[in-house]
């Protein structure tokens, strides 16, 4: 189309200078077919001048239904045989929109052709039945003649050429963009468009010069499925000098098929009437110029992005991946290439595994913000998702784009403590390996609610994971479980940090704690303690399901106790499922009460405590006795067998009550004996 354009520009140009320069002059004393303004048809009184009534209907090419034209033709200098003149019309469409054409018309007859040669130029400005006003300038180039006609005319759209006009609607999946998740929505867009025409004519017959057909091309731009090129055919009958009388055709894949009828009227003084004028050329210099008389527009439909939502914003993701260029942004086309000390803007902090290993973990101490989510690659992470758009609305979970069950995770790292938790957090899916400090802690204020799942937590210098003063709910599910991640092997479940495995102290708010799938194994007596629970300065509600804390053999486990249950004046209830704590180089499971006035519901289903060094299930000892609490312990289908130096069993309490329920118990083979009960005054 841009071809059609130029060309049309080019042979405007050349024909133009054609007229001016390669012209035979008239000299003034030929009379051989002079004209007069006289003879020009409508310039009989008014020296050329002519009011102008136009009527087209139906819809045509870039524009919808009919329209009227009130329009002046003036020329401002005129000779005996060409003109200048000034165009100019105002548009009234069906829809009561308003628009004008205003612009110059020259032309020159030439004795000797006997033809007419003629150019014009225009500015339009006209209103879409869409409320939109668009403008554009025109150059048209014409010759006319006895046998013949040719018109060629140049639409270029000015200013503001597309606009919005609404949504059409939102679906499929979710993508990542930017820092954004978006779906594919759409959207209805009006453009005015650039382009051309031109025509042939003939009279119908040799007879009738009154009668003339017409046909020929004309293409736009645009930005919708079909450009709008096309063919146009026409009939023009001059009932009378003043009154002319058409019809249109139009046809292209975009506007489809049009008719129009035309009725066009000139007013250039009264005169005598002359019906069907057998006009010769010179009579015709004074006709109105043939165009399409309005800014073509079209619409389309375009693709647009709508972000989803979480709350009353959208979302806003940050993208890591050690693989991406230096000096990234964190987008999704732009990752960053390490990890942050902080994003405080997102919402989600998307993790890719890249080159990342146990030998080249991401290197960094992340500070996770309230409400984020640090999410890794290797699981198909759940989203709730709402966007809107075109009156259509999506709302439901959602995978994360790209994220699926691979188990591939990214190793992570620090010289210190890597992930400090804020409040309402999750981590997921990642190797949590060798930091100096922590793998996971929390702000020294605490942390309410977390979601801890999917991680390998394993040879950190301080803790595995160490929250205090925790509050809301929390759950930590998939540490160590199912012999370690696809991309790192860990068939023992162990966790070896020097500092602990798995630490969780109660603010004053209380803490609901679901532990699920959770090994904190160990070997060689590394970790002091698998699990150690606290009611500390609020309630604690906790529940253990399938969950390990043991020594890979006899005399290798942790060094305290595979699992601590302890208050400090607190309620403490711990519901315990499918549970081990064995091989351990200190007791099992240990109860402990550091204050009085606190009460313990400790309730267990087949736990296994064995082959500890010390007492399988020891609830208070001789030395630590439980102090003024009330405790009440139920145990079922339990084992506690084989202690090396202690007992299957020891409960042990200084003031307070307690109540201890036994049911189909083992506890043989231990150093000392299978139950000890004590207790001090």
Known sequence: MQRVNLSLLSLVSWLTAGIVFAQPEVMPNSTAGSASVQNFSGGATLRGTYFDVQNMTGNGVGYQNGFTQLGAFTPFWLSENSFLA???????????????NTGAVARRYFETSDRIYGVNGYYDSDQTNFGNRYSQVTAGFETLGTNWDFRANGYFALGTTDRFIRGLGVGGDPYFVGHQIAFLGQQLREESLTGGDFEFGVPVTPATPWLRAYAGMYGYQSNAANEPIGVRGRLEAWVSDDLSVG????DDRQFGTNVNAVVDFRFAGFKATRYFPQWTTS???LMPVARNWRVATDTYSQDVNVAATIGNHSYFVTHINNTAAAGGDGTFEHPLDTLPHSAPNSDLILVQAGSTSAANPLLGELTLVNNQRLLGEGRAHLAPLRASYGGQTIDGTFVLPGFTNSGNYPFLSSHGNTITLANNNEVSAFNLLNAAGSAI???????????LQSLEITGNGGRGISLTNATGFGIMRGINWNSGSTNYSNPSGLGNN????????SGAAGLNLLLNDVAMNTSQGIQPFGINLQADDGSLITRLRTVQANGIASGFGNSNAGIIFGETGRNLTADLLDVSASNNLGSGLQVTSAAPGGRIVLTADNLIASGNTLDNLQIGSQVSPLLGTTFTGDFTSSTFNNSVTGAGIVYAQSGGSGTLNLSLIQANNNGLDGLGMFAAS
């Not at 019809?247 to 139009?250: D, E, M, S």
Request: aromatic share 2%; glycine share 10%; proline share 2%.
């Open 86 to 100: 000034l165009n100019s019309r105002l548009i009234l469409t069906d829809h009561s929109h308003v628009g004008v």
């Open 247 to 250: 019809v249109n055709v139009t």
């Open 283 to 285: 009579e015709r210099m």
């Open 441 to 451: 802690v929390n702000a020294p204020a605490g942390s309410n609610n977390v979601l």
């Open 498 to 505: 020097d500092a602990g495995g798995i630490f969780v102290d």
